[in-house]
């Protein structure tokens, strides 16, 4: 009986120390890399910036420049842009910011700004209950 139990802890403490390893091993796999730089943004990025990227040249820098704009840093790869080992090398290390559009926040006309006054109640009309 003693053996059956000690088995079992063996086996408990090796799926145990599995688990945890497995969960550090998928933290680390999904961490960005802190490589010290800021991320280039693939939006506005100098030809230079996206040319400093590893695996990034010439050719690969105009197709970034002339796919532009990005809703996100993978269109790089959906619309295959760059290979997927050259995405792989520079995700962690690039971003794609939204421009901000000049339209959204400006004033409507003056005929849209106030909403017609309300017509005064008649006290004597009934009045509807829901």
Known sequence: MKRLALG???ILFALFIGTARGQTGAAEATAVPDTG???VDINSATPQELDALPGIGEAYTRAIIEGRPYKDKRELRWRKIVPRGTFEKIKGRITAVQPKQAGKLEAR??????PPAPAAK???SPQLVK
């Open 37 to 39: 730089k800021r991320l």
């Open 8 to 10: 079992a802890g063996i």
């Open 122 to 124: 008649d006290k004597s």
């Open 109 to 114: 006309p003056e005929e849209e700004k106030a």
